[in-house]
């Protein structure tokens, strides 16, 4: 029997690793620089916690979760999102504080059931950030802004960000009112159990991916017309901080966000240079989701970002980052004294190079051939004759010149003799 990856999973091999580790530390970096800070939650969680968050009607809770009954009989689900887990953790371990603003960031892989895509698989791993406590504007703009930085570091800087507000409940519900009302004749046309989820939340409607519904509601009642006062007043706000960020952005009423936890400012961020495969992210405000799970009225806002997502733009961009991938250097062997050659390895290794050499000691030629396959930018030549007068020799692979320099010295003959 020959066995292969599970259908939606893919093998993240050495030649790709590399690149993710990159994205990852850069997405790392930047988070930190806000001052936020990782936190890691378990791939299981109860799954009464993504019902309660998600929302029974959304596709995640009805259609995409990988969900059993343990040994134990609890029923218990794959994370298929990000921010609820780390909201439990938030409240499970009293990480906030009366008046006290919490910034976390993840790292994480989700699991989700549906058809498998490019770029869209059934394991699928995110970034994201959750700032919790404020309830300010420069929050959300904070969030936004970070995102886009990210973003821009790696590489991608033709984004489009799209912002929106969908209200307070009062708000939602009154607009989910009207638009049930405008959407009843294409209702009519649906399957009976998409039209029931469609009634119970007509925002659902809005996120559609389907272009034939998507003309059917043009037309349809604008939420902004809807919003409180207070809605509107902060999300002038933060169209105002990210302005003065100059973060561009566009303001699309259609924007609502596929998860019921959502208040307030939603926004998704895309690179136009892509056309229908451009979606990087999305996220927004939740200010009812930590009471909804216990805790006390708490505002918080935040952003997942898909890694497979974001390394499908590079690639297609050709903007892959170069000089990821193989070693620094590779050691030719051209002695019987092993020992002292692996003590020289051991050195080098010990002082931060990344280097390799070919364990079988095999012929000169060969070992050459290995190096220039490596991707190494040195060759270092180590023989009896180097062994003898505590000097290598180091050629250069990219440009063919050779030097001579001590043992002591040949991490920094490396490191410091790149072109």
């Known amino acids: 029997?020959?066995?292969?990856?599970?259908?939606?999973?893919?093998?993240?091999?050495?030649?790709?690793?590399?690149?993710?580790?990159?994205?990852?530390?850069?997405?790392?970096?930047?988070?930190?620089?806000?001052?936020?800070?990782?936190?890691?939650?378990?791939?299981?969680?109860?799954?009464?916690?993504?019902?309660?968050?998600?929302?029974?009607?959304?596709?995640?809770?009805?259609?995409?979760?990988?969900?059993?009954?343990d040994k134990g009989g609890r029923h218990i689900a794959l994370k298929p999102e990000g921010t609820a887990p780390v909201v439990r953790a938030y409240l499970e371990n009293n990480l906030g504080g009366q008046g006290q603003i919490t910034k976390l960031y993840y790292i994480m892989a989700l699991y989700r059931y549906g058809r498998p895509q490019k770029g869209r698989l059934r394991e699928l791993h995110q970034t994201g950030v959750e700032l919790i406590g404020s309830s300010q504007p420069d929050g959300d703009a904070e969030v936004i802004?970070?995102?886009?930085?990210f973003y821009e570091e790696i590489g991608l800087h033709d984004l489009v960000?799209?912002?929106?507000?969908?209200?307070?409940t009062e708000c939602?519900?009154?607009?989910?009112?009207?638009l049930?009302?405008?959407?009843?004749p294409i209702l009519l046309d649906m399957k009976p159990d998409e039209r029931a989820k469609c009634e119970k939340n007509p925002l659902r409607l809005l996120d559609t991916k389907s272009e034939d519904l998507k003309a059917k509601l043009v037309d349809a009642p604008d939420i902004r017309e809807y919003l409180e006062a207070d809605s509107q007043e902060h999300f002038e706000k933060v169209l105002d901080?990210?302005?003065a960020l100059r973060v561009s952005y566009r303001v699309d009423s259609r924007l609502v966000r596929g998860l019921d936890y959502y208040t307030r400012t939603v926004f998704e961020v895309e690179s136009s240079e892509?056309?229908?495969?451009?979606a990087l992210c999305g996220g927004g405000r939740y200010d009812k989701l930590i009471e909804q799970l216990g805790g006390p009225p708490t505002p918080a806002v935040g952003v997942a970002m898909g890694i497979e997502r974001a390394i499908l733009v590079l690639e297609a961009l050709g903007r892959n980052p170069s000089g990821l991938t193989g070693i620094e250097a590779f050691f030719v062997c051209l002695t019987e004294?092993?020992?002292?050659?692996?003590?020289?390895?051991?050195?080098?290794?010990?002082?931060?190079?990344?280097?390799?050499?070919d364990l079988e000691f095999r012929s000169a030629k060969s070992q050459f051939r290995q190096a220039d396959k490596s991707g190494a930018q040195f060759a270092v030549v180590i023989g009896d004759d180097e062994l003898t007068t505590g000097a290598a020799k180091i050629k250069n692979l990219k440009n063919g010149e050779e030097s001579t320099v001590p043992m002591a010295s040949i991490s920094n003959a490396i490191r410091g003799s790149k072109q």
């Open 172 to 178: 939602r519900n009154r607009y989910r009112e009207a």
């Open 241 to 243: 901080r990210l302005d």
């Open 337 to 357: 004294d092993r020992n002292r050659f692996a003590q020289i390895l051991q050195m080098v290794r010990k002082e931060g190079c990344k280097i390799d050499s």
């Open 161 to 168: 960000v799209t912002v929106n507000s969908i209200g307070e």
């Open 145 to 149: 802004e970070l995102t886009t930085r």
């Open 1 to 69: 029997m020959k066995f292969q990856a599970p259908r939606g999973t893919e093998d993240i091999l050495p030649g790709k690793s590399e690149v993710w580790k990159w994205l990852e530390d850069t997405f790392r970096r930047v988070a930190e620089r806000y001052a936020f800070a990782e936190i890691r939650t378990p791939t299981f969680e109860d799954i009464e916690l993504f019902k309660r968050t998600a929302g029974e009607t959304s596709d995640v809770v009805q259609k995409e979760m990988y969900d059993f009954i």
């Open 274 to 278: 892509l056309g229908s495969q451009s």
């Open 180 to 184: 049930l009302e405008f959407a009843q």
